[in-house]
């Protein structure tokens, strides 16, 4: 890299710089141009001496001074000198740091021996500490190991580097600032959705006739616009612990413990510019021993492929156990399987509720653990090199989920309770079927049945969805890509007598009462196209899609399906579209356009029009 022609003759200069290598010129030369009070070489007696630029002054240390006469005389360009300069002074840092500590050790030994030699000898008698010049060659290579093994480590010596373990270590994180519109159009139902999450996490509902009246149930908004601005910001960390493990974790906003959106309403949580709370969003370890499978612990992202968000919503964080495996066969063929177990809601160890004696219940209840177990398998195929499709079936079975009809049970008041209240859900969007839980005995504290009916809501139908994935991925106008996603579910557990036996919702068509039939469903579909970059990373990346959805009120749980579709859940229909666009690198602004209305139960339709400006780093 640095060979010149000097006097007709290569030199090699080499990183380190030394003074000899540099004097592999001319001798004469070299010793002219460095000395200016040396005479003349003899061949050419009336050559004039040569003078070091004014513009480059004198240094003291002479090595450098060479170098830059180097440059001078067009042997050496100026990047070139200046990085063997660098390098000269930084190995001259480490040479000075190990000289100054073999010297303090030298000391520190000759101090030792000095009191050794004291205390054994007579008093009076006088020493003069001596150390072989071989032990403090010795020394001095041994502290310039340690030197140049702490500089190495902690990259002291070569400034801009990070030490080892930090380049292990990445940061990483997102903001995002969003403006939605909900508009909801003439003919909803005023009494709106049933709200059965806010019931099931606050105190139970009074059933009685009197005020179960359809405008008495807690309900979601159906007839008034509402405008606001959200915020979304996410920091994590993922630290690779070498020999296949890693592990991870991030933060994020979030206006509640939802677990399927981060998203903070700006004036919400108390208003009046109040701070926001922080959420533990991931926090994971996965191992992978080989290349073809990974091993996951913790909270973490959904490890199923999902390409839409029909069934799994895309800021949905799984809890468990999983495992990915993967192999490659051939170069276009690459066949995969999933499986995990997720605890959904988990038991207090102290089993239950207190109930006292006054309904003659147990004091204790029976566990209620929920559990979400998955299987998937699937492939990935390069038909050529234009065309990719993947494809990927998959089961998944909600356990415990479905809500249990209580043993007779006597209800004075609000906080009394029964032996089936934990089977309700903790969290819901809207959509499913539900049931009542209590089967409360009649009497005369109660009038029998017409008042104190203080009820909890469970859903109503076991939940075991088949869900098979599709994609098609065409690159036939490259860079612009062509994809169509698809996927279609199915509630294999569905019992349709069932719930029309015990379905307190979804009842008819233009009504909230119990009169009619029930009319939900088990099934659901999406189809997207999507034109464009398929990721939106730099200035003047895009895309654009549109698509439908068509998801039946029981085809799967609603609480971590898409929150945005409809305003969240299951039991919706209609379309969609919206486009993306790199505003620099990392920065992207969208903007989409959702439509849905009810498939079942009380008219209800919704308009969202969401505007985002997304940043990642």
Request: neutral net charge; glycine residues 8%; aromatic residues 12%.
């Amino acid at each position: 890299m640095f060979g010149r022609k000097l006097n007709r003759r290569r030199c090699e200069i080499p990183l380190a710089l030394s003074l000899s290598t540099l004097l592999c010129v001319n001798p004469a030369l070299a010793q002219s141009e460095t000395d200016p009070q040396a005479p003349p070489p003899a061949k050419n007696s009336d050559q004039k001496r040569a003078t070091v630029s004014k513009a480059k002054p004198m240094s003291p240390n002479m090595s450098i001074n060479l170098v830059n006469l180097l440059v001078k005389r067009g042997a050496l360009s100026e990047e070139e000198a200046q990085g063997l300069i660098k390098q000269a002074e930084d190995e001259a840092y480490v040479s000075r740091q190990a000289t100054k500590d073999a010297a303090a050790k030298a000391s520190e030994a000759a101090k030792a021996a000095t009191a050794a030699a004291s205390a054994a000898e007579p008093r009076g008698a006088r020493h003069v500490t001596y150390v072989p010049e071989i032990v403090k060659q010795q020394l001095r290579e041994q502290i310039k190991q340690e030197v140049m093994e702490k500089a190495k480590n902690e990259n002291w010596a070569s400034p801009g580097l990070y030490p080892e373990w930090a380049e292990r270590i990445h940061v990483y994180g997102d903001l995002r600032g969003r403006y939605q519109g909900s508009f909801y159009p003439q003919g909803n139902d005023p009494s709106g959705t049933p709200n059965f999450n806010q019931i099931n996490t606050g105190s139970p509902y009074d059933n009685s006739p009197v005020s179960s009246n359809p405008y008495y149930y807690p309900t979601y908004n159906s007839d008034q616009n509402r405008q606001q601005y959200l915020l979304r910001a996410r920091l994590g960390l993922a630290a690779d612990l070498t020999n296949g493990f890693a592990a991870g974790f991030r933060f994020a906003t979030g206006q509640s413990n939802s677990p399927v959106s981060t998203n903070q309403t700006l004036g919400a949580t108390g208003g009046n510019f109040s701070k926001y709370s922080l959420w533990l969003d991931r926090a994971f370890l996965s191992y992978k021993p080989f290349d073809d499978a990974t091993f996951y612990l913790g909270r973490f992202d959904n490890p199923f492929w999902s390409p839409t968000d029909i069934v799994w919503s895309k800021e949905l964080g799984f809890d468990g156990a999983a495992v990915q495996v993967k192999h490659d066969v051939g170069d276009d063929f690459t066949p995969f399987a999933v499986l995990g177990a997720f605890p959904i809601y988990n038991t207090d160890l102290n089993a239950g509720i207190n109930l006292g004696v006054n309904n003659g219940q147990p004091s204790k209840f029976k566990n209620t653990d929920k559990w979400l177990f998955g299987v998937q398998v699937g492939f990935f195929r390069e038909i050529n090199p234009e065309t990719a499709v993947r494809f990927g079936v998959a089961y998944y079975d909600f356990d415990n989920v479905q809500g249990k009809y209580s043993d007779l049970c006597s209800v004075l008041n609000a906080s009394d309770a029964c032996n089936t209240d934990l089977t309700r859900p903790s969290f819901a969007q809207k959509g499913n079927t539900y049931r009542t839980l209590r089967n409360i005995e009649s009497t005369a504290s109660n009038t029998y049945g017409t008042t104190s009916q203080f009820q909890y809501f469970g859903l109503a139908s076991e939940y075991r969805p088949l869900v098979v994935s599709a994609q098609a991925d065409f690159t036939h106008f490259n860079p612009a890509h062509i994809i169509l996603d698809g996927e279609y579910v199915t509630n294999t557990a569905f019992d349709r007598s069932l719930l029309r036996t015990v379905a307190v919702n979804n009842i008819g068509s233009g009504t909230s009462t119990k009169s009619g039939v029930f009319n939900g469903g088990n099934q659901g579909w999406l189809g997207r196209l999507t034109v464009g970059d398929k990721e939106i990373k730099q200035l003047w990346d895009w895309n654009v899609h549109a698509g439908y959805k068509y998801l039946e009120s029981d085809a799967t749980v609603d609480a971590f399906a898409d929150a945005d579709f409809g305003l969240g859940g299951s039991n919706l229909q209609g379309y969609f579209l919206g486009g993306n666009l790199g505003l620099s690198q990392n920065v992207a602004a969208s903007l989409r356009w959702m439509s849905a209305k009810n498939i079942a139960g009380a008219p209800y339709a919704v308009d969202v029009v969401q505007l985002d400006v997304n940043a990642k780093f």
